[in-house]
């Protein structure tokens, strides 16, 4: 019992907010790319895989776990003398690292596996994400913001679904990209606040110890950024005014998350994310079916 106990927290399955922010642009990017998949009749089209909603959602689940447990392997000896980790199962003993290892490889061949259900494409750029998760735990050595390359790798969710549904080359990808990229800048900035001092001990970095008293300023940046994409999006698909309304609504759970930083209170800033990925999945929803839209 101990032993799941700890499979459990080493892949953050009883935390399952990464799941969800990776999960809700997979969902998204499902949405447009679905759409234009319907609309595509045009002889090189890719097939779609069977059952792509279920690839996607199982995905998110074994790519976050995955990237879970090569983070607390090559972190381990940073997780003692952090506050936030300490208590992690390779911290504090509750696993070996060679169980860890077994783990983080039967997760591997799952996620393989799964990838193998899909077309080339999209097998191709899973296997170069892949190895930009194992690479990103070991960039907090060497890069200044490793929020970026977090972003960079996280953000591939979104080329990967498009490749399923071969729409690939659809309009909307590179501002998708973009914006959700420029997002998890935004709030995995706030994750690191929350850690800054015991960060700076160590000697890893994070984007609020390269930016400083800036922090917050350049995660509204990137917040703007995220928005500004959203925004083209719409313009770009002729969107309704219900698209535009629900992103203003949507830009107020960006100014709660800055009240919640003002009072130190990091990582409620980085989870109230949560709820901007879920109402932009549902703001979408609403404009394609106001337009028509159905599965």
Partial sequence: MNKIKSIISITRLNKPIGIYLLLYPSLISFTFAYQAFLKDSSGWLIEMPSYPLLIIVCGCILVRSTGCVINDIFDHKFDKMVERTKDRPLANGDLSLKEAWVLFITLGILSILLLLQTNMQTIIIGFLT?????????????????????AITFSACIPIVFS????????VVTLLYIGNAAWIVSYD???AMSDAEDDIKIGINSTPLWWKDKTIFLINVFKIIFLVCLVLIGLMRSFSPVWFIGLICISFFFWHQNKLAENKKFLEAFKNNNYVGLSLFI???IELTLSGFTY
């Fill in 283 to 285: 703001l979408l929803q």
């Fill in 164 to 171: 399923m549904l071969g729409q690939l080359d659809n309009s």
């Fill in 130 to 150: 892949s190895l930009l998760i194992v690479l990103y735990p070991l960039t907090k050595r060497f890069l200044l913001g490793p929020q970026f390359f977090l």
């Fill in 189 to 191: 900035s706030y994750y």
